[in-house]
């Protein structure tokens, strides 16, 4: 099975920063990975797939790149309704796992 | 409306089994893939088992197979997870999304991007004595 690595766990960021989560995957995935956003009591939203491709509706602030096994999320001028939890997951193979999560929370 | 639906979560003893749906509207159900994940209170996201349009093929993780079965009825438009033998463990909010692929290209070998772009609110399954 392809284990996700996800750092951090946790950040701390004030709204207008800039923050980045990274995702490593264990062997190479081909750029299937996608990024999801989860608020407390909801299900999970695509950010991104694909690695760089922003789902339809996601503001532009958010954006992937990739790198061998090393997938990133960036988010740009921090808004109030990002401070949530995000999920990669790679959709290489079977399980399609998910990172650990990154919890991001207001400074 | 695009939606997905999830029901028949409830409490249950360790050992039980509980029939989990999920109703899809709005949208041509067998066209897609569909999966289920879980979540554990206070946890992480946990992929669970997903299944073909038209049932034929069926992935599950290695440590629920055997106890869990996905399955559908496309003219009902529902996703189904069967889920015996449950364990305290199992708890979990239960997710059904639909699955949506693209084709890509890297090094001129084709090969399909999935992506889950439609979830459902889940449903709550709670395992104990």
């Known amino acids: 099975d392809i284990q996700m690595t996800q750092s951090p766990s946790s950040l701390s960021a004030s709204v207008g920063d800039r923050v980045t989560i990274t995702c490593r995957a264990s062997q190479s995935i081909s750029g299937s990975l996608n990024w999801y956003q989860q608020k407390p009591g909801k299900a999970p939203n695509l950010l991104i797939y694909?690695?760089?491709t922003l789902e339809s509706g996601v503001p532009s602030r958010f954006s992937g790149s990739e790198s061998g096994t090393a997938f990133t999320l960036t988010i740009s001028n921090l808004q109030p309704e990002d401070f949530a939890t995000y999920y990669c997951?790679?959709?290489?193979?079977?399980?399609?796992?998910f990172g650990q999560g990154t919890k991001l929370e207001i400074k | 409306e695009v939606q997905l639906v999830e029901s028949g979560g409830g409490s249950v003893q360790p050992g039980g089994s509980l029939r989990l749906s999920c109703a899809a509207s709005g949208f041509s159900f067998n066209n897609y893939w569909m999966t289920w994940v879980r979540q554990a209170p206070g946890k992480g996201l946990e992929w669970v088992a997903n299944i073909k349009e038209d049932g034929s093929e069926k992935y599950y993780v290695d440590s629920l197979r055997g106890r869990f079965t996905i399955f559908r009825d496309n003219a009902k438009n529902s996703l189904y997870l069967e889920m015996k033998r449950l364990r305290v463990e199992d708890t979990a909010i239960y997710y059904c999304?639909?699955?949506?692929?693209?084709?890509?290209?890297?090094?001129?070998?084709?090969?399909?991007?999935?992506?889950?772009?439609?979830w459902g609110k889940g449903t709550t399954v709670t395992v104990s004595s």
């Open positions: 997951q790679q959709t290489h193979s079977i399980p399609r796992s």
């Open positions: 999304a639909r699955d949506f692929q693209i084709p890509g290209y890297t090094g001129g070998w084709k090969h399909y991007y999935y992506y889950m772009d439609l």
């Open positions: 694909a690695a760089v």
